[in-house]
């Protein structure tokens, strides 16, 4: 089918557009249907290696969508993107610090109701709530052993990488890797309650990736579920990239166990596959380095941009690392739960 661009709806409620690249309507069942329950709408290589205002536009880690309808986009380089709803196009960008003026190494993305920005940033890691203008608001508090070693057990550049916000208030985020002594592959959600202003420790969850894959993003549903995206690389090959459908409500809280070394009684969050993404149609994408489906990229950002009845807009947006081998693209998908 020949390609051609059309809008496709970016948010519920507010019938934004985004310009990407489509091969025709996406319903699940048809040639664009990545599995039967997902199916691929449009992807866009615009922001690719641009900058905005001198700042390099890529590099992203999270999406969320504003108040407003705006998306959110966060770099990992400390820099918080307002894009247009419609283009993609930035409209304006807010840099981050911590409490001494350093960069973050950023990785997870709430806007809360009021307008302000919960950041996870994976080098301690730490959850900061930021004003929209990058000031930093709150520090929330992170359990002795999920700090970066030998502070704690975890690995670096293995820590809070998804973040999102559960249905009540409450905040979660995912370590992307295992704690040093859990067995490889459990990685450790925690949560956090707000009472009067205050956030204190909630539940921890347990949750086991695909072998040799990582927990990039975490996205609640309304009902409590969530939409989990796992990630890995090999190189020569490329990247493998699979959407899962979680539900940590019957699980175990782990908060309390020091290492998971097995089942031994624990409830870990149960999962179903949505989609792998290398199954998806190319829609004629190309790759710069070798991928067993030239659509894939180092996917690692997602929010849902509106629902109805069981059916999810979802957009996902890659990370190129500002390599000239990878890609900054946005992925348009259609999920149905």
């Known amino acids: 089918m020949r390609l051609r661009t059309v809008l496709a709806t970016a948010t519920a409620g507010l019938a934004a557009a985004t310009c990407l690249t489509v091969a025709g309507p996406a319903n699940a069942g048809e040639n664009h249907a990545c599995s039967p329950s997902v199916a691929i709408q449009g992807f866009s290589d615009a922001l690719d290696k641009t900058t905005y205002q001198g700042t390099y536009v890529g590099n992203f880690s999270a999406l969320a969508v504003d108040r407003n309808g705006d998306l959110a986009a966060l770099s ?3 820099s918080l993107f307002t894009l247009d709803r419609r283009t993609l196009q930035p409209k304006s960008v807010v840099q981050l610090a911590d409490e001494s003026g350093t960069a973050l190494d950023s ?12 950041i996870s940033s994976e080098t301690e890691p730490s959850v900061r709530r930021y004003s929209r203008d990058g000031k930093i608001l709150d520090r929330l508090p992170v359990p002795a052993s999920l700090q970066v ?7 670096t550049n293995g820590t809070f990488e998804g973040l999102t916000m559960l249905p009540g208030g409450h905040t979660l985020a995912s370590m992307e890797y295992a704690l040093s002594g859990d067995t490889a592959g459990i990685v450790r959600w925690q949560t956090w309650k707000r009472h009067h202003g ?25 009902d409590g579920r969530l939409l989990v995206l796992e990630r890995g690389f090999t190189s020569g090959v490329g990247n ?40 998806c149609p190319s829609l004629g994408a190309t790759a710069k380095q070798p991928q067993p489906n030239p659509l894939l990229d180092n996917i690692e950002a997602m929010t849902i941009t509106g629902w109805t009845k069981g059916r999810l807009k979802v957009l996902l947006a890659s990370d190129d690392n500002q390599n000239a081998a990878q890609t900054t693209r946005f992925y348009d998908l259609r999920v149905r739960i």
Request: aromatic share 4%.
């Open 107 to 118: 990785e997870g993305l709430v806007v809360e109701r009021d307008g302000t920005r919960l």
């Open 240 to 279: 493998t990239v699979r959407l899962y459908l979680a539900d940590p409500r019957r699980a175990t809280d782990t908060g309390g166990i020091d290492t998971l070394t097995g089942p031994d009684g624990v409830r870990l969050v149960k999962k179903t596959l949505l989609a792998d993404l290398v199954n």
């Open 149 to 155: 070693a030998p502070a704690g057990r975890a690995v």
């Open 76 to 78: 990992d380089r400390s």
């Open 198 to 222: 205050t956030f204190g420790l909630g539940a921890q969850y347990a949750y086991r990736a695909d072998t040799g894959l990582g927990v990039p993003e975490v996205t609640a549903l309304p």
